[in-house]
């Protein structure tokens, strides 16, 4: 298996710019996490899906972040407009449906808001 | 306060050496998972426990729930040992809460 599959690995724009992050989950698993990671804050959860549905958004900074899941094989971090603040690493990852199911974390997209 | 707190912060040590990071939690848990992110940025699972021990080559993983706190311990150190390692609660329905991590490094 590929395991969780992330694109771009790494992303530089301009304040204001719409950013799109991708990911493709590992085949069979329900579930799917986006994070994020600075270094001020360490890993925060952004947002999880289960069966495509998002179940808690909860940790979403604000409105000009979305995410959604069309199907069960994709998924889409956006951030619009993008601010400086934002740039952080932004990791998806992946589990078995079940509570405490193993996470498997894609490589991460490392975003710079210049 | 942190609902996750790792110790110590940062850890430096010599090849061979027993290591020892621990970690306290003052919420409820459905379990506890150790992660380790390696300096390129990878984030790997190590450990999923709710009880006991678990062991898995040089690293062991044990947890107290009335203490609410969890040590990771890896034996015979290595430098490819040297990573963050990431301490995260399960708080029921697949809702992580992190620590902040503790960075080891293993000197050869």
């Known amino acids: 298996d590929a395991g969780v599959i992330q694109s771009p690995r790494h992303e530089v724009t301009e304040m204001g710019q719409e950013v799109t992050l991708r990911c493709k989950p590992i085949?069979?698993?329900?579930?799917l996490f986006w994070y994020r990671q600075t270094m001020m804050r360490g890993l925060e959860l952004l947002i999880y899906f289960n069966n495509n549905v998002p179940i808690d958004d909860s940790g979403m900074p604000e409105d000009r972040f979305s995410a959604k899941m069309p199907n069960a094989s994709f998924s889409t971090l956006k951030i619009q407009p993008s601010e400086p603040r934002d740039s952080a690493v932004y990791f998806c990852a992946s589990s078995p449906t079940g509570q405490d199911a193993e996470q498997y974390f894609g490589p991460g997209t490392r975003l710079t808001v210049t | 306060k942190n609902e996750v707190e790792q110790s110590p912060q940062n850890l430096t040590a010599q090849e061979g050496e027993f290591i020892t990071i621990n970690c306290s939690y003052s919420?409820?848990?459905?379990?506890l998972h150790w992660l380790q992110q390696h300096p390129g940025g990878g984030i790997v699972s190590l450990f999923m426990?709710?009880?006991g021990k678990k062991k898995h080559g040089r690293l062991i993983a044990t947890i107290n729930i009335q203490e609410k706190h969890s040590s990771l311990h890896i034996t015979a150190s290595h430098p490819r040992d040297s990573a963050v390692y990431i301490c995260a609660v399960g708080r029921g329905a697949q809702k992580l809460v992190f620590g902040q991590g503790t960075r080891l490094t293993i000197n050869p």
């Open positions: 426990l709710s009880s």
């Open positions: 085949s069979g698993h329900n579930s």
């Open positions: 919420v409820g848990i459905s379990a």
